[in-house]
T-cell receptor, first 114, second 114 residues
Framework: DAMVIQNPRYQVTQFGKPVTLSCSQT?????MYWYQQKSSQAPKLLFH???????NEADTPDNFQSRRPNTSFCFLDIRSPGLGDAAMYLCATSRDGTFSYEQYFGPGTRLTVT | AQSVTQLDSQVPVFEEAPVELRCNYS??????LFWYVQYPNQGLQLLLK??????LVKGINGFEAEFNKSQTSFHLRKPSVHISDTAEYFCAVNQGGSNYKLTFGKGTLLTVNP
């Protein structure tokens, strides 16, 4: 089945130690999104790629970066994680040309910062 | 700008009872509406969507929602819930066109008790 895959599902990192989360998709969608979701809150969009074009949300901290080396893969880099960055990170995709831009979500990576 | 209001942050119900989760949106243009479900430590799964046409939309797991343009609402309903329906439910909207980002409500935690 076509899907969005996130690895790892659980990640523990130390305060200030860089960490990378990965997302891959077999849907061949051209738009990929990264969301941060804290406990009992709605997902918060961090940034997205429209093809190779990177679009940062205005309130996304500089500590968060992203890379998209090809259509299938997208990475979230947290350069110096703080305790406040502990959250669930969700990757999603959608396809241009589907006017509703329905988003398909991966299972998420839960990040713990110690 | 578009916004989504989920009027109830928590809805407790007994098994086999009917349930309605409320969602209101504000937008100056036509919108596309979605309900997503999130089980603990999982990503978001699409329950149903309204794009156009019939205002009564049927989704997975026996859920349905009705789009009411005059009341700018998109309430989610199920006639008889199961313990397994316990989850967080998010209403979301986008305007399509060049604005393909989703705006989420804050979520409603549905707890089904035996």
């Amino acid at each position: 089945d076509a899907m969005v895959i996130q690895n790892p599902r659980y990640q523990v990192t130390q305060f200030g130690k860089p960490v990378t989360l990965s997302c891959s998709q077999t849907l061949n969608h051209n738009v990929m999104y990264w969301y941060q979701q804290k406990s009992s809150q709605a997902p918060k969009l961090l940034f997205h790629y429209y093809d190779k074009d990177f679009n940062n949300e205005a309130d996304t901290p500089d500590n968060f970066q992203s890379r998209r080396p090809n259509t299938s893969f997208c990475f979230l880099d947290i350069r110096s994680p703080g305790l406040g960055d502990a959250a669930m990170y969700l990757c999603a995709t959608s396809r241009d040309g589907t006017f509703s831009y329905e988003q398909y979500f991966g299972p998420g990576t839960r990040l713990t910062v110690t | 700008a578009q916004s989504v209001t989920q009027l109830d942050s928590q809805v407790p119900v007994f098994e086999e009872a009917p349930v309605e989760l409320r969602c209101n949106y504000s937008s100056s243009v036509s919108v596309y509406l979605f309900w997503y479900v999130q089980y603990p430590n999982q990503g978001l799964q699409l329950l149903l969507k309204y794009l156009s046409g019939s205002t009564l939309v049927k989704g997975i797991n026996g859920f349905e929602a009705e789009f009411n343009k005059s009341q700018t609402s998109f309430h989610l309903r199920k006639p008889s819930v199961h313990i397994s329906d316990t989850a967080e439910y998010f209403c979301a909207v986008n305007q399509g066109g060049s604005n393909y980002k989703l705006t989420f409500g804050k979520g409603t935690l549905l707890t089904v008790n035996p």
